[in-house]
């Protein structure tokens, strides 16, 4: 399975688009929030893959839940913008929260800074920010995690070409 993993588009509609086009076909696209837009008017109704996403402390839609738990395969896979947890701070309370609805997997953004790793035993991916990112580089980033058949998972961080900021 590969899922696309975006975060702090910010409005960049086109920048959405642009990650997917990059990246089709994808199996699903995890959004871990600061839309700012409705991602089936963005992205249309026909696709043929599933959308996962929450809204951030930018989102003001009453269509997109704080948190989602879901499964996909073997994994179970908790998603929140992170603004709840003090994620600049770091990922303890994330993950904490990520073990108490039984994920295995942890997805935030928030940060707007690429962040991979395992903290209480969960898997931690932060996808950066396709808009305006804010680590060393300033390059505009998204995940790619692919899931195989055996439950084994493999995360790669790319980026979006195009002028980087400063």
Not at 6 to 24: C, F, P, T, Y
Not at 34 to 50: C, F, H, M, T
């Amino acid at each position: 399975m590969k899922i696309l993993i975006l975060s702090d588009s910010h409005g960049n509609h086109d920048l959405v688009r642009k990650a997917i086009g990059q990246e089709a076909p994808i199996d699903m696209l995890i959004h871990a929030g600061d839309v700012e837009g409705d991602l089936d008017k963005i992205l249309g109704k026909k696709r043929d893959y599933e959308i996962r996403a929450v809204a951030g402390n930018m989102d003001w839609s009453d269509k997109l839940e704080d948190e989602l738990c879901f499964s996909v395969g073997r994994h179970v896979i908790y998603l929140a913008h992170g603004h709840r947890f003090g994620v600049h701070g770091g990922t303890y309370r994330l993950t904490e929260r990520a073990r108490q609805m039984g994920a295995d997997i942890a997805v935030y953004g928030h940060t707007h800074a690429p962040d991979y790793g395992t903290e209480n035993d969960v898997l931690v991916i932060n996808p950066g920010s396709i808009a305006k990112p804010r680590q060393d580089g300033w390059q505009k980033t998204y995940a790619v995690m692919t899931i195989d058949k055996s439950g084994k998972v493999d995360v790669e961080f790319k980026h979006l070409p195009g002028r980087r900021f400063f």
